[in-house]
């Protein structure tokens, strides 16, 4: 059973030049360890903070590659699943 974590009030400190908030607790709540990428959307009066969900790409291959390999996927999605079904 996950913990709900509402209304937690952090003092927004100096950390070197920036400016930063402490919430391990939240953060470790939404699997997000040090070292980890997130992703920050700023709408409204809120700020929203996901794991980012970005994979590196294997040494060799590249973004073209794969934006050119999801264009056959998708272009030739039905023929693909009736081979996966044969």
């Known amino acids: 059973m996950s913990v709900v974590i509402k209304g937690m009030e952090r003092k927004v400190t100096k950390i070197g030049n ?3 908030v402490t919430m391990t607790e939240a953060l ?3 699997g997000i ?3 980890d990428t997130v ?3 700023v709408r409204d009066d809120e700020i929203v903070i ?3 969900q970005y994979v590196a ?3 060799g ?3 073209d590659f794969l ?3 999801n264009e056959v996927i998708h272009e030739y999605d039905e023929t693909l699943k009736g081979l996966k079904d044969r």
């Open 67 to 69: 934006n050119t390999l």
């Open 61 to 63: 291959i590249s973004s």
């Open 18 to 20: 920036s400016l930063g």
């Open 28 to 30: 470790k709540q939404l």
């Open 33 to 35: 360890n040090n070292g």
């Open 50 to 52: 996901k794991k980012s």
């Open 39 to 41: 992703k920050i959307d």
């Open 57 to 59: 790409l294997p040494e």
